[in-house]
């Protein structure tokens, strides 16, 4: 799982993301298996004006054990639909760079990459670029 946290999220912010999202009429996603939660996906508003309330930021996380089996593929074939029939416009993903796995993932489900940003994020002692894929919705 690749995230710019640099802290471990306690439980109650992580249930305000949840609900600030859900609140936002935007859904969250869940992935599942026998032993608990194996990612997640959600959207969030790309910006806060007005005019940008046709866009919106995808997310997947992936718990590290479960890539490459086909669950960040299942989660965007749930969560795309709903921004479609939501009324949204484009899908933005962003992705902190190097990540072949999510670039092809992205890519798979028709996003193309509209910008690469260098050395925005640091972590662990290195700077991080994040490239965004977009995807038209509509």
């Known amino acids: 799982m690749v995230t710019f946290e640099t802290a471990p ?7 305000a993301r949840v609900q600030g999202v859900q609140d936002a009429g935007l859904p969250w996603l869940v992935a599942e298996n026998g032993q608990g939660i194996v ?11 007005d005019a940008y309330r046709f866009a919106v930021e995808s997310t997947i996380y992936l ?4 890539t490459g089996r086909g669950i ?8 795309l639909p709903r921004l479609r029939a939501g009324g949204l416009r484009t899908a933005i993903g962003g992705i902190a760079l190097p990540n072949a796995a999510s670039v092809a993932l992205h890519e ?3 996003f193309t990459k509209s910008a690469h940003f260098r050395e925005v994020g640091f972590k ?6 994040v490239g965004y894929w977009q995807r038209m919705l509509r």
């Open 9 to 15: 999220v306690a439980t109650e912010a992580m249930q």
């Open 108 to 110: 798979a489900m028709g």
């Open 124 to 129: 662990f002692g290195r700077w991080i670029d």
């Open 63 to 66: 718990a590290p054990e479960a």
């Open 72 to 79: 960040g593929r299942r989660l965007y074939d749930a969560l």
């Open 39 to 49: 990612g997640y996906a959600y959207a969030a508003p790309w910006k806060a004006r």
